[in-house]
Each structure stands twice: as structure tokens, then as C-alpha cells.
């Protein structure tokens, strides 16, 4: 079945590091790949997603490439702020298909 | 535009009690997905309805339940609540039931306790 494996947390930086959380994933066909964050007391926000094989998502400093020969997402920050402290999901979502398929989170605390 | 709202935010049952949760989604979608998050989890996946009608179930019992309205909002109803129903609902709406480039859009959530 579809399945989705996040690195363990919590992940703790100091503010301008770099920043990697590993997402691998197992799905039949070709979905697509997302991350979502979760600030705390809230809901989910899409932060970014990829379709297709080598697709890049990239939003607010954060990118993300479509590795199909990996079967991996990893989510990627050049500095990091104390803003950007939440828990990060990563999920998949095959063609044809509205569920979504979800990591278990890794939560995110920047110091500053 | 207002985004994906769902009430109520919070709510405390005691077990064997039944509850309805409440879901609108953003204008223009007609897709409402139902989520639920265990503390410390992922969400997982409870329930797709598309133009009124079920598109998708996930692995969880007959206690749980949902319809969507024709003005496309949802509901999501548990019955004999276990102190395990204790979790974040959300929900998420979508244009359609189309699939991989259809983004869903999520709540804020409803954080239901069982006790």
C-alpha cells in the first residue's frame, strides 16, 4: 500500500542554520508530493507540492525536488527563523484520487 | 475569500455519547475530505464526498459517518464515542474529485475529547 516514512524528530536548530527533513515514500503509479505545516493551535497549510518526476516545489525559502528514482521529497532551508518553528508533514496523493496519505510530521523548533 | 471553516473548534463528550462535526468548504469547491489527527500523528483519512455522494472511505468503523449537502457543506458524525475518538478533525476541501493536481485546502480543525 501507499506509505509515507518522515525522519524522526523533533529537529532542533539556531536560527540562519540549514535545514533538511528527509520524506521517502512507496505508492503504485505516479502521485504527487506534498508538504504541509502545522503552527501550533492550528490547521494544516499547504506549503508546497511537486507532480511529476524532478518537479521542484519551492515556497517561502523552502524547496522540495521530486526524486522518483529515490522515491524521496526532502524538504530543504537555506536559513532558517524562529518563525518557521511548527511540525512539517510530508504526504502523498495518487492520480485519479482526493486522499491524502500522510507522514508522521516532524516537529521543527528554531532557537534564536 | 474565507477559507475552509469548521465548528465547532472545540468540544468535550463523554463516551457512548454521539457528535456532529460541521464543515464549509471554500467557495467554489465542490469536494470535502475528512481528516483525523491523533496527537503526536499524521492525519489520517476518514471520509471524500464529491457532489453529494461518498468517493472515498478509510479504515475506519461504522461508527463513523458523513453526507454533504447540496451547498456542498459536510458533516461528519460519530457515534459511541471511545475515549480513542479523542483527535483534531479536519477538513479539507478541493475543486473536485479529479486527484493529483487537485489541492486540498485545510480547516482549522475541530479538537474533539473523549472523556
Known amino acids: 500500500g501507499n506509505s509515507v516514512t518522515q525522519m524522526e524528530g523533533p529537529v532542533t536548530l539556531s536560527e540562519e542554520a540549514f535545514l533538511t527533513i528527509n520524506c521517502t515514500y512507496t505508492?503504485?503509479?505516479?502521485?504527487?508530493l506534498f508538504w504541509y505545516v502545522q503552527y501550533p493551535g492550528e490547521g494544516l497549510q499547504l506549503l508546497l507540492k511537486?507532480?511529476?518526476?524532478?518537479d521542484k516545489g519551492s515556497n517561502k525559502g523552502f524547496e522540495a525536488t521530486y526524486r522518483k528514482e529515490t522515491t524521496s521529497f526532502h524538504l530543504e532551508k537555506g536559513s532558517v527563523q524562529v518563525s518557521d518553528s511548527a511540525v512539517y508533514f510530508c504526504?502523498?496523493?495518487?492520480?485519479?484520487?482526493?486522499?491524502?496519505?500522510f507522514g508522521q510530521g516532524t516537529r521543527l523548533t528554531i532557537n534564536p | 475569500d474565507a477559507g475552509v471553516t469548521q465548528s465547532p473548534t472545540h468540544l468535550i463528550k463523554t463516551r457512548g455519547q454521539h457528535v456532529t462535526l460541521r464543515c464549509s468548504p471554500i467557495?467554489?469547491?465542490?469536494?470535502v475530505s475528512w481528516y483525523q489527527q491523533v496527537l503526536g500523528q499524521g492525519p489520517q483519512f476518514i471520509f471524500q464526498?464529491?457532489?453529494?455522494?461518498?468517493?472515498g472511505r478509510g479504515n475506519f468503523p461504522d461508527r463513523f459517518s458523513a453526507r454533504q449537502f447540496p451547498n456542498y457543506s459536510s458533516e461528519l458524525n460519530v457515534n459511541a464515542l471511545l475515549l480513542g475518538d479523542s483527535a483534531l478533525y479536519l477538513c479539507?476541501?478541493?475543486?473536485?474529485?479529479?486527484?493529483?493536481?487537485?489541492?486540498?485546502?485545510f480547516g482549522p480543525g475541530t479538537r474533539l475529547t473523549v472523556l
Open positions: 479539507a476541501s478541493s475543486f473536485g474529485a479529479t486527484g493529483s493536481t487537485d489541492t486540498q485546502y
Open positions: 467557495s467554489g469547491h465542490k469536494s
Open positions: 505508492a503504485t503509479g505516479y502521485p504527487s
Open positions: 464526498y464529491y457532489e453529494k455522494e461518498e468517493r
Open positions: 504526504a502523498l496523493q495518487n492520480q485519479g484520487a482526493q486522499k491524502l496519505v
Open positions: 511537486a507532480t511529476k518526476a524532478d
